[in-house]
């Protein structure tokens, strides 16, 4: 009788590594159904990374790491344990090598790779694939954004449902389906499948260092934009940006506020702006990146949730400390409305900067 604690080490090998081992061509997560009981000629079964587990949506066959190598080598249980245990302590095999390759295996540990090594991709995808939104897009019409910020920003437009699907085989044109895959671009869906990770959004804002495309964050469409909905949506398993950095110039004050709409926001009605991306934690990060601007005067603009407000409390004391100019008094959305010459009664009813865009 085989122990239970060397059947459950053989159930947490890599199933992905195990089916390269096998010689079983998995394209993603996919590949032919290797039971008997059917021809294969489309791919059907797929594996499932969270649970180490594999099933063919065919002939509903669906089993463990030892219930694929049972079926691959047509061998008893105990054999297949022994396969398995035997193959990982194998650590220099070509199969190996291969499946260390894969971008799900490099990805299992939870590791998040930088952007930077992706741009080519990103900046195909911004400057190649994509269009400018029109005067009816979520952000001119409802958030106030000028068309021109938003062409001087690439700010591209993903709101056509219809295009989900091109966006894919436009890409698969330049590039090989793993790359666009562990671009973060098109993770791979419960169902072992690629798909857009901007499916729910309306636009996609790039991020630029050195001139390059680095990362991508997609803003959501209007109508999911609730509670229960991230307002952003981010690139899978890449390293997430602190600060939104546009086209900005350094003759005038920088306002440092919270989210890219709002940045884009400022920079319409011609004032600077850098965005801090969400209640971030790494100030040490966003000080260091600031500091491109040491030389301009920063103006700090809070929304005035107290979590918005706690993280603008810490910024202050660690620009003290690097030397950076900042006004002391912050410039709240309140302040902004004076600005725009609004009304008293205006005034008391807005809540944060996302509020002044009633007023326009």
């Known amino acids: 009788m085989v122990d239970k604690q060397i059947i459950e080490r053989s159930k947490q090998i890599s199933i992905i590594e195990l089916a390269y081992r096998l010689g079983i061509e998995v394209k993603g997560t996919v590949c032919r159904c290797i039971s008997p009981s059917h021809e294969d000629k489309n791919p059907s079964m797929s594996f499932k990374i969270e649970t ?31 396969f398995i245990l035997n193959e990982s302590l194998n650590k220099t095999s070509a199969s190996e090598q291969k499946a ?54 690439n700010v591209k437009n993903v709101a056509d449902q219809k295009n989900r699907h091109h966006y894919l085989n436009e890409l698969k ?40 495309i680095v990362y991508l964050q997609g803003i959501t469409k209007p109508e999911l934009r609730d509670n229960k909905t991230p307002k952003v949506f981010n690139l899978s398993r890449i390293q997430k940006e602190e600060l939104y950095i546009p086209t900005i110039s350094e003759q005038k004050p920088i306002h440092v506020c919270e989210g890219i709409i709002t940045s884009l ?69 309140i302040d902004f409305g004076r600005k725009l010459n609004l009304k008293t009664r205006e005034l008391y009813s807005i809540k944060d900067f996302n509020d002044l865009r009633f007023y326009m």
Do not use: W
Request: glycine share 4%; with cysteine; proline share 5%.
């Open 265 to 333: 926001f400022f920079i319409s009605k011609d004032l600077n702006s850098i965005a801090i991306l969400s209640a971030s934690k790494r100030l040490d990060k966003i000080v260091n990146e600031l500091s491109l601007y040491k030389n301009s005067e920063f103006i700090l603009c809070p929304d005035v949730d107290p979590i918005g407000l706690e993280m603008f409390e810490r910024l202050k004391p660690e620009l003290y400390k690097q030397g950076f100019k900042y006004n002391e008094k912050y410039f709240n959305p």
């Open 173 to 212: 044109k330049e590039f090989p389906e793993d790359r666009l895959i562990s671009s973060g671009l098109f993770p791979i869906s419960k169902k072992g499948y690629p798909y857009f990770a901007f499916f729910n959004c309306c636009a996609v804002v790039p991020f630029y260092r050195d001139d390059k």
């Open 100 to 153: 260390q390759k894969h971008p799900l295996k490099r990805n299992l540990s939870g590791s998040k790779e930088k952007g930077e090594k992706h741009s080519d991709i990103y900046e195909y995808f911004i400057n190649k694939v994509l269009l400018f939104p029109r005067e009816s897009h979520y952000l001119v019409a409802d958030r106030k954004i000028s068309i021109e910020v938003l062409k001087q920003n």
């Open 52 to 82: 180490n587990t594999f099933k063919c949506f065919s002939c509903g066959f669906h089993g463990d790491t030892i219930a694929l190598v049972r079926q691959a080598r047509n061998c008893e249980f105990i054999e297949a344990v022994e």
